[in-house]
T-cell receptor
Framework: GQQVMQIPQYQHVQEGEDFTTYCNSS?????IQWYKQRPGGHPVFLIQ???SGEVKKQKRLTFQFGEAKKNSSLHITATQTTDVGTYFC??????????WGAGTKLIIKP | GAGVSQSPRYKVAKRGQDVALRCDPI?????LFWYQQALGQGPEFLTY????????KSGLPSDRFFAERPEGSVSTLKIQRTQQEDSAVYLC????????FGPGTRLTVL
């Protein structure tokens, strides 16, 4: 069935280092969304990418959608403690259902 | 209301007990989703409503799970004869494109 693979599962960084998470689908996506879930919280929508090759930025966050619309990435520059949480991608194939990646947990080393 | 609300926030049930979880979506949202989230995992789709119509229940794990949204607003997820493997956080989301999540109900089955 349709599946979205997300790696890595965890990423430990020093504060100020960069962070990247990757998502990959075996089939073409209609669009992809990114969410952030803080510890103990619920997923919060960050952004949606629709177009092939699209790149969007939100302050220190850069989101990319691949040319084939099968992969996507989220890059955070100069991480801060407020960035801690789990980042999920969620791909849409049909007109309503999102298929979620397993998430990448961003951990800031003390 | 300002956001999606869910109740109860926490539920402890004895194995075999029936439970009912409530979701109040954002007013005017046609689409409503239920997800199950196990610890350290991404949300797993359970069911989807468009107004009062349940268009997809393919993610419900067994016939012990039942969901309804009779008037196209509030939704209830019912689990009959709960089992230990039902322990998880149950998330409700509404939204016509991006999804707005409620805080979830953490169900623990003893």
């Amino acid at each position: 069935g349709q599946q979205v693979m997300q790696i890595p599962q965890y990423q430990h960084v020093q504060e100020g280092e960069d962070f990247t998470t990757y998502c990959n689908s075996s089939t073409t996506l209609s669009n992809i969304q990114w969410y952030k879930q803080r510890p103990g919280g619920h997923p919060v929508f960050l952004i949606q990418l629709v177009k092939s090759g699209e790149v969007k930025k939100q302050k220190r966050l850069t989101f990319q959608f691949g040319e084939a619309k099968k992969n996507s990435s989220l890059h955070i520059t100069a991480t801060q403690t407020t960035d801690v949480g789990t980042y999920f991608c969620a791909g849409r194939y049909s007109n309503y259902q999102l298929i979620w990646g397993a998430g990448t947990k961003l951990i800031i080393k003390p | 209301g300002a956001g999606v609300s869910q109740s109860p926030r926490y539920k402890v049930a004895k194995r075999g007990q029936d439970v009912a979880l409530r979701c109040d979506p954002i007013s005017g949202h046609v689409s409503l989703f239920w997800y199950q989230q196990a610890l350290g995992q991404g949300p797993e789709f359970l069911t989807y409503f468009q107004n009062e119509a349940q268009l997809d229940k393919s993610g419900l794990p067994s016939d012990r799970f039942f969901a309804e949204r009779p008037e196209g607003s509030v939704s209830t997820l019912k689990i009959q004869r709960t089992q230990q493997e039902d322990s998880a956080v149950y998330l409700c989301a509404s939204g016509n494109n991006e999804q707005f999540f409620g805080p979830g109900t953490r169900l623990t089955v003893l």
